[in-house]
């Protein structure tokens, strides 16, 4: 599973910024709720306040005089809906709206008594408070024989209110506590991607400093400019282009002392099979030596191809020094050699280019060994009386286009003949089935792009060889 080092450090920045957040909202709401309750129980114990006051004694019955007035001041929020009732102790209502549902259990002598209850399906904040009668009747003089209206009487009040606008203020408390924290998060978070990206700034240099390389380039990634974090996995490249280096070196050296002691021995067995051949007058030894020679022949170039694709590879590739090529220079001298076969072949062999030389950056000896292969294979698997035609032009970039009137290649068979001993042996003709996978890696050693086409009106192939951009000028 593919990860990113940016997502994970963001995702541990924001989970625990989310998780303060979260905490910090739970907090806050409930400081707001206690908050609320505090403010609201308070004016409901105002509100209590106010009715006692108007507690009044008349012809011997306990009146609360709450005119029109009075009650809109108690009613003040108009969010909520306000009640109050007069309770005598044994639960006998005497004033008030009768909407609430009378608790005996929430009475307490020593102080009043806070409680939330249900009405019609809401819930309502409620005060129980007793309070004696008696010391609000000084309006009225008690007859000296009434003992009853001299007893002072304790009577239990009830007010209550709806909580609409206890929420609401709860509501305001948690979004401005917990507006700026999102917005926070989110800055933060903004932040936090732009800074891990400059962060990260080191890497991406490095990674294109190490892709602008070209393949040639084996030499030692500073550090000086790393940072501390990356210097390790600097360290860790170095080493490796350096043991890549030295493998490469080592295997080029083979290379080169394989190609010796292997053409020296088969030179001179061809030699002496064709001296054995010239010497010898017996038909039936002269028919094996024959055979003998044809066996050398082919051993000797199939050694020569297997060397030629050995060094072609990448890594032996790269360690050729790259120069200014005449490429028009190589395409004519290839075509002026094969010549010879063509003639041999029975099949018309011509050349097309423009008046001006093309230059390009490359190994001439791969060069030449890359249009040698190409235009060898058009001529040997052409038919008698075909005909090969070698072009190079040159327009944004140098093309190099072989084109044949033979039996083509079908079109699944194109990509496979670029493999290594993968070959199409038509009207006897033989091959070792390494050229055309020596042409695909010598051109991708010079960034060239191969690619196998229809030749005219559909009839026959057509090789094409794209050189990169920048190639071509004198």
């Known amino acids: 599973m593919t990860s990113s080092i940016r997502k994970q450090l963001l995702l541990w920045l924001l989970i625990p910024l989310s998780t303060i957040a979260a905490s910090s909202t739970f907090i806050a709401y409930n400081a707001a709720i206690l908050l609320a309750r505090e403010i609201y129980d308070k004016g409901l114990l105002n509100s209590a306040d106010s009715v006692i006051a108007r507690v009044r004694h008349k012809g011997g019955k306990v009146l609360v005089d709450l005119p029109p007035a009075a009650q809109s001041i108690l009613k003040h929020n108009y969010q909520d809906t306000f009640f109050y009732q007069i309770y005598t102790l044994d639960g006998k209502r005497i004033a008030g709206d009768g909407t609430l549902p009378f608790d005996p259990g929430a009475v307490d002598f020593n102080k009043p008594v806070f409680s939330t209850r249900m009405l019609n399906g809401k819930e309502v904040r409620v005060l129980t408070i007793l309070f004696p009668v008696a010391s609000h009747f000084a309006d009225e003089t008690p007859d000296d024989d009434d003992e009853d209206n001299q007893k002072p009487e304790t009577l239990i009040l009830e007010v209550a209110e709806t909580r609409n606008a206890r929420r609401e203020i709860v509501t305001h408390i948690v979004i401005s506590v917990l507006l700026p924290q999102l917005i926070l998060i989110i800055c933060g978070g903004i932040a936090v991607w732009f800074g891990i990206k400059q962060g990260l700034y080191p890497l991406q240099q490095l990674s294109r400093a190490l892709s602008s390389r070209s393949p040639t380039d084996l030499s030692p990634v500073s550090e000086s400019t790393a940072p501390i974090e990356v210097r390790p996995l600097v360290g860790a490249i170095n080493d490796l282009l350096k043991m890549l280096n030295e493998e490469i070196e080592r295997e080029r050296r083979f290379v080169a002392n394989a190609a010796h002691q292997l053409r020296t021995p088969l030179a001179g067995l061809k030699t002496y099979a064709d001296l054995a051949v010239k010497m010898n007058e017996d038909s039936s030894v002269k028919s094996v030596l024959a055979q003998l020679h044809t066996g050398i022949n082919r051993m000797s170039n199939l050694i020569i191809r297997l060397l030629t694709l050995a060094r072609s590879e990448p890594g032996v590739a790269m360690q050729a020094a790259k120069q200014s090529t005449d490429l028009s220079a190589i395409v004519s001298g290839v075509t002026e050699d094969l010549v010879p076969l063509s003639i041999e072949r029975k099949v018309d062999l011509g050349f097309e280019s423009p008046h ?55 079109k699944h068979e194109r990509d496979l003949v670029f493999e290594r001993f993968y070959r199409i042996l038509r009207d006897g003709a033989s091959g070792s089935g390494l050229g055309l996978s020596i042409v695909k890696e010598i051109a991708k050693s010079h960034g060239a792009k191969v690619e196998i086409k229809d030749g005219t009106d559909g009839v026959g192939t057509c090789f094409s060889v794209t050189f990169p951009e920048g190639n071509g000028k004198q």
């Open 356 to 410: 001006e030389s093309i230059f390009i950056e490359g190994d001439p000896v791969g060069l030449r060994e890359m249009v040698t292969n190409i235009v060898e294979n058009a001529v040997i698997y052409s038919h008698e009386g075909g005909k090969v035609t070698v072009r190079l032009s040159k327009m944004r970039t140098p093309i190099l286009s072989v084109e044949d009137n033979g039996p083509g290649i079908p």
